[in-house]
């Protein structure tokens, strides 16, 4: 974490100078996000664009090229110029892109729409922010700020925070909301090894479907249930296409959000896990 930016040694007045700090334990000091995070998220999107590019099939004419619609590049207000969400998505905007799905059923956006959570937060920076849309609705993460009654919010994969408040949450955190739970056949699991949906405190932990679980990180040995980075899940993802486990077709990735559901089996829950690390 040293070697990568994460934690440095620094006094108070050098500190505060730093907009994306998060809480220390002097003098060490932990930045929301490191130029090292930022750039293996980019290098990590760019691997699995290239893995589902060389496995289209032949088109002709070949399908335009998109450029990405993000968000309003000119709306700093809604996300800080300082903050990983504003400069990874002005990076991956930039480049032109022939494909829709880059997981099944889980696309890229092609309009400017409003962020689920922009119009429900007096301060838009503690939001989450959805980048990669999934059609229908899942279940709330327990610690964002309810939507609705129902406690349900659009699928999706999501950043956990712009600008994060607190030491054990990274601005390169995120969260895959799908439009359906798994984890109650006990295959699915957290990086730490816990089964998903499972009460820790509870006598008898029993595995219970959640929309929210896939990919997290469970206690890390450096923080407690830190959302996973972004890097790590668009790895997996490019991992799966690399090694056939998910088919290409004219639109990108084939097979439909429902193809996640394997994470809950005996077979494949090792090929929707992703290995321990802080």
Known sequence: MIDEGKIFAALDCQAIQEYEIL?????????????????????????????????????????????????????????????????????????????????????????????????SQSEPEDMPFRIFHIDGLGGQYPSWTPLNESSTVPAGLYLSEVVPRTNTAFSDGCVLVLPYGLGAHGWARKSDGEQMGINPESEHPIPTDQSFGLYQSGFTGFTDLRDVQLWKVLQSWAERVEQGDWDVGEDGVAGGVEKFKEADTETHWRKYWIPPSW
Not at 33 to 43: A, H, Q, R
Not at 51 to 79: C, G, S, V
Not at 100 to 119: E, F, H, M, N, T
């Open 23 to 119: 809480e220390s334990f002097s003098p060490w000091r932990i930045r929301a996000f490191s130029d090292t995070d930022l750039e293996k998220s980019v290098i990590s999107m760019r691997r699995l664009l290239d893995a589902i590019k060389t496995r289209l099939p032949a088109q002709k004419p070949p399908k335009e090229e998109k450029r990405l619609q993000w968000f309003d590049l000119l709306d700093q207000d809604f996300l800080p110029t300082s903050s990983f969400a504003y400069q990874f998505l002005t990076i991956t905007a930039a480049w032109s892109i022939p494909i829709k799905y880059i997981a099944p059923g889980i696309y890229l956006p092609r309009k400017l729409d409003q962020q689920p959570y922009q119009s």
